[in-house]
Nanobody, 120 residues
Framework: QVHLVESGGGLVQAGGSLRLSCAAS????????MGWFRQAPGKEREVVGT????????LYSDSVKGRFTISRDNAKNTVYLQMNSLKPEDTAVYYC?????????????WGQGTQVTVSS
């Protein structure tokens, strides 16, 4: 079992920055790939980006590429989402999720989410 807790959300003006954190407890954190997802009101949940267990590989959605950066500190069991140049369309509840770093594994562990609101 992996327990995930996000923090760092809030209200920010367009063009501003926020850094989200996701603290993990339970199983060995370094054995999990991590992802950040978001869901805006009335929309489906979408992937923001992912990071492999050893941070060797990161992937981003086209909508955030060049503005958002995912990183992780396995010693602190924490993954981060640095969000710069925020836009009103980035407003959403942001979730972190974990999956075992094995072929075919899905994101089976989710945090409770943290609200990010970007004002224009």
């Amino acid at each position: 079992q992996v327990h995930l807790v996000e923090s760092g959300g809030g209200l920010v003006q367009a063009g501003g920055s926020l850094r989200l954190s996701c603290a993990a407890s339970g199983r060995t954190f370094s054995g999990y790939d991590m992802g950040w997802f978001r869901q805006a009101p009335g929309k489906e949940r979408e992937v923001v980006g992912t990071i492999s267990w050893n941070a060797a590989r990161t992937l981003y959605s086209d909508s955030v590429k060049g503005r958002f950066t995912i990183s992780r500190d396995n010693a602190k069991n924490t993954v981060y989402l640095q969000m710069n140049s925020l836009k009103p369309e980035d407003t959403a509840v942001y979730y972190c999720a974990a999956r075992l770093s094995v072929p075919g594994a899905g994101y089976g562990y989710w945090g409770q989410g943290t609200q990010v609101t970007v004002s224009s």
